[in-house]
């Protein structure tokens, strides 16, 4: 059977309208609020919550797939028992996402193996379904892209780009000097961000030891100075969970 030409008219003006789930549900939830003998009112107040909760669901969707976690980790499976050196408080406070609203930045200082990249992840992931637009990259990744970029020719499109960020994290700055350029580079983000983008920036190197890595002192004391502004610090300075999970699981054996 054809469509008569007043549902043909409202299918199209549901998809004029981009409301998907409306299109493809107004039918049964006229059935269901038929039967329930809901009003005129009713019927549309359920289909637009369907579409509404579709949507927020979608763009959440969208968010995570934007900011390119490498894993999705997130607070309830990060035991802080085994890393007591951690401020919880300050990390739940920290997931509730206020600082993101204020621009300010967070700084995870720790060894190897201390849940830092996951903490990081984690707090992403939570600022994502908040709404916020977040972006994760290894530091040395976001370094290595900046040079690509400015060779291509396309650095500043990219520049604008994690300026429309609300989160920029920078996992693992590292043993591993930067290039002149790159470090330069480095340095221009988190000036651009200043105030306007938070950024959290995951290290096992202690303050003294950045200028190894940036390659220049003034550089580092610029980069710094911007960075610890408007600053949390979280220090996570307990074992490896690395080691102890396999010293854990060598022992079960
Ligand atoms: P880091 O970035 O400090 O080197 P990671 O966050 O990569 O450490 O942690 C290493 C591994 O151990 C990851 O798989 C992480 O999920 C896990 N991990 C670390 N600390 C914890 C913790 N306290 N609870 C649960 N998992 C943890
Ligand atoms: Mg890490």
Same mark, same amino acid.
């Given at each position: 059977m054809s469509k008569d030409p007043s549902t043909l008219l409202l299918e199209h003006h549901l998809k004029a309208l981009k409301l998907p789930t409306v299109l493809r549900d107004y039918l049964s939830v006229a059935a269901s609020c038929s039967l329930e003998r809901d009003s005129y009112p009713q019927y549309l107040l359920r289909l637009l919550e369907r579409e509404l909760l579709d949507r927020e669901r979608r763009s959440m969707e969208r968010r995570l797939k934007e900011a390119q976690f490498p894993t999705t980790k997130t607070i309830e499976s990060?035991?802080?028992?085994?890393?007591?050196?951690?401020?919880?408080?300050?990390?739940?406070?920290?997931?509730?996402g206020d600082y993101i609203g204020k621009k300010e930045n967070v700084l995870l200082v720790g060894?190897?193996?201390?849940?830092?990249?996951?903490?990081?992840?984690?707090?992403?992931? =939570?600022?994502?379904?908040?709404?916020?637009?977040?972006?994760?990259?290894?530091?040395?990744?976001?370094?290595?892209?900046?040079?690509?970029?400015?060779? =291509?020719?396309?650095?500043?499109?990219?520049?604008?780009?994690?300026?429309?960020?609300?989160?920029?994290?920078l996992d693992e700055l590292g043993y591993v000097p930067?290039?002149?350029?790159?470090?330069?580079?480095?340095?221009?983000?988190?000036?651009?961000?200043?105030?306007r983008t938070s950024l959290l920036l995951t290290t096992n190197l202690p303050f003294e030891q950045w200028t190894e890595v940036m390659g220049s002192e003034r550089l580092t004391g610029a980069m710094l100075d911007r960075l610890t502004h408007r600053v949390?610090?979280?220090?996570?300075?307990?074992?490896?969970?690395?080691l102890q999970d396999a010293k854990a699981r060598l022992k079960r054996r």
């Open positions: 990060f035991d802080f028992a085994a890393q007591p050196s951690l401020n919880e408080a300050l990390v739940r406070e920290l997931l509730r060894n190897p193996g201390t849940g830092k990249t996951h903490v990081a992840s984690a707090l992403g992931y =939570a600022a994502c379904t908040q709404g916020r637009r977040v972006r994760f990259f290894t530091t040395t990744g976001l370094v290595t892209q900046l040079l690509e970029q400015r060779e =291509a020719r396309s650095l500043q499109r990219f520049l604008r780009q994690l300026e429309r960020q609300d989160l920029l994290i930067f290039v002149k350029a790159g470090a330069e580079l480095l340095f221009d983000v988190v000036g651009r961000a200043y105030e949390h610090i979280l220090e996570a300075n307990g074992p490896s969970y690395r």
